[in-house]
């Protein structure tokens, strides 16, 4: 079953570590990345823009609405994604461990539907 992996970053904690901490993260998503790809679990993955570069479409009556910035306000936001596949949501939730912006802030791991609904 997949299961998208969502990091969320308050770009403030992320500010705060060193550049040296920083390449670190960096570098650890790297060595996260290596065995599942090997494993056959990664499916994708990507890091986001900072959400200024965010835009917000609506249509109503049939206007489009294009507004600047994230749809919801918040100091947290999606900073990126990883989609595995994975035989049991444990083990999606022992993947999610293993970001290093776990230790930052959160992750959360949410299955994947298919086009028929969820894949069991």
Not at 3 to 26: D, G, R, W
Not at 34 to 42: T, Y
Not at 98 to 105: N, Y
């Amino acid at each position: 079953m997949k299961y998208l992996l969502m990091i969320y970053m308050n770009p403030a904690v992320f500010e705060s570590l060193s550049e040296a901490e920083q390449n670190a993260v960096m570098a650890e998503h790297d060595a996260f990345q290596k065995p599942i790809r090997e494993s056959g679990e990664l499916v994708g993955f990507a890091a986001l823009a900072d959400p200024s570069t965010s835009r917000t479409v609506r249509v109503r009556e049939g206007v489009p609405a294009v507004t600047d910035g994230p749809y919801v306000e918040a100091k947290e936001f999606l900073a990126g994604y990883y989609v595995v596949d994975c035989e049991t949501p444990e083990r999606a939730e022992e993947l999610a461990a293993q970001l290093p912006d776990a230790r930052l802030t959160a992750i959360e791991v949410r299955a994947v539907m298919e086009s028929g609904g969820l894949e069991m």
